[in-house]
């Protein structure tokens, strides 16, 4: 059985599709482009597809990732055009690789999130920024199945800040974009409770709903401060592979008469 990992988008429209819009979506795909896929077994089987750490409903997304088993080897990059061509658009199959290590949703610890504040100036939402980043604890509720739940959203933020004004834009059209890192935390902390956060401790309120972008996902190396590509340990694999294969080849191989 091979096993291949997907990286996948939510774009423009699609952002507001919910995750089991999305399922339903990839299993057609699936069907149209006559995926060989493994089922689970038991009275109902079904294709299995692992999804892990979804985005939200109403967020977009540069980095979603799944995993399916296959019951016969394909090439990843041929099924990937495959189902991307099955696929609506914005709901894009941008990266594939065979599975050749374990524990891709070990590795989803940490995402980079972008969020563009429409009618909000730049300088009020650095100034949001300073303040959140100065306290020790942000306190924020949520309502959730059990009812509200508190919970701190700054312990989550490893970092956060306030980009530049785009220069093109109309001075008549404020606009604040915030990139943040965010640990996966339990609870998790997602990129609405940072600003619930930021409008407590500073009182920053957008005007319309903010537009929320992933834009990465994966190992949070500390040292460098930066989200790593989980699949990169896939590819370092394959890589490998064949190497490895043929160092043992020649290891087996019988020796020539001596000279």
């Given at each position: 059985m091979?096993?291949?990992?997907?990286r996948?988008?939510?774009r423009?429209r699609?952002?507001?599709?919910?995750?089991?819009?999305?399922?339903?979506?990839?299993e057609?795909?699936?069907?149209?482009a006559e995926?060989?896929m493994?089922?689970?077994?038991?009275?109902?089987?079904?294709?299995?597809?692992s999804?892990?750490?979804?985005?939200?409903?109403g967020?977009?997304?540069e980095?979603?990732?799944?995993?399916?088993?296959l019951?016969?080897?394909?090439?990843p990059?041929?099924?990937?055009?495959?189902?991307?061509?099955?696929?609506?658009?914005?709901?894009?199959?941008?990266?594939?690789?065979?599975a050749?290590?374990?524990?891709?949703?070990?590795?989803?610890?940490?995402?980079?999130?972008?969020?563009?504040?429409?009618?909000?100036?730049?300088a009020?939402?650095?100034?949001?920024v300073?303040?959140?980043?100065?306290?020790?604890?942000?306190?924020?509720?949520r309502?959730?199945?059990?009812?509200m739940?508190?919970?701190?959203?700054?312990?989550?933020?490893v970092?956060?800040?306030?980009l530049?004004?785009?220069?093109?834009?109309?001075?008549?059209?404020?606009?604040?974009?915030?990139?943040?890192?965010?640990?996966?935390?339990?609870?998790?902390v997602?990129?609405?409770?940072?600003?619930?956060?930021?409008?407590?401790?500073?009182?920053?309120?957008?005007?319309?709903?903010?537009?929320?972008t992933?834009?990465?996902?994966?190992?949070?190396?500390?040292?460098?401060?930066?989200?790593?590509?989980?699949?990169?340990?896939?590819?370092?694999?394959?890589?490998?592979?064949?190497?490895?294969?043929?160092?043992?080849?020649?290891?087996?191989?019988?020796?020539?008469?001596a000279?």
């Amino acid at each position: 059985m091979q096993r291949i990992r997907l990286r996948y988008t939510k774009r423009g429209r699609l952002r507001f599709t919910s995750h089991r819009d999305f399922q339903r979506a990839f299993e057609r795909a699936l069907r149209r482009a006559e995926v060989p896929m493994a089922y689970s077994a038991g009275f109902t089987p079904h294709p299995r597809v692992s999804y892990a750490n979804a985005a939200p409903t109403g967020t977009g997304s540069e980095a979603e990732y799944l995993e399916i088993a296959l019951a016969e080897p394909r090439d990843p990059e041929k099924l990937r055009e495959l189902l991307d061509e099955s696929m609506p658009a914005g709901l894009d199959i941008i990266d594939a690789v065979e599975a050749r290590t374990s524990g891709l949703a070990d590795r989803l610890t940490a995402s980079v999130w972008e969020l563009r504040l429409d009618g909000v100036d730049p300088a009020e939402a650095e100034r949001a920024v300073t303040a959140f980043l100065a306290a020790e604890t942000v306190e924020v509720q949520r309502r959730t199945k059990n009812g509200m739940r508190t919970f701190d959203t700054r312990g989550a933020v490893v970092t956060l800040e306030a980009l530049p004004a785009q220069v093109d834009r109309p001075l008549d059209h404020a606009c604040a974009i915030l990139r943040l890192v965010v640990r996966h935390l339990t609870p998790a902390v997602r990129p609405d409770d940072v600003l619930s956060g930021l409008r407590a401790v500073a009182d920053l309120a957008p005007p319309v709903p903010s537009a929320v972008t992933r834009l990465a996902q994966g190992l949070f190396d500390e040292e460098s401060g930066t989200v790593t590509d989980p699949l990169a340990p896939d590819r370092e694999a394959d890589t490998a592979a064949p190497q490895t294969a043929a160092v043992a080849a020649d290891a087996k191989a019988p020796e020539g008469p001596a000279a």
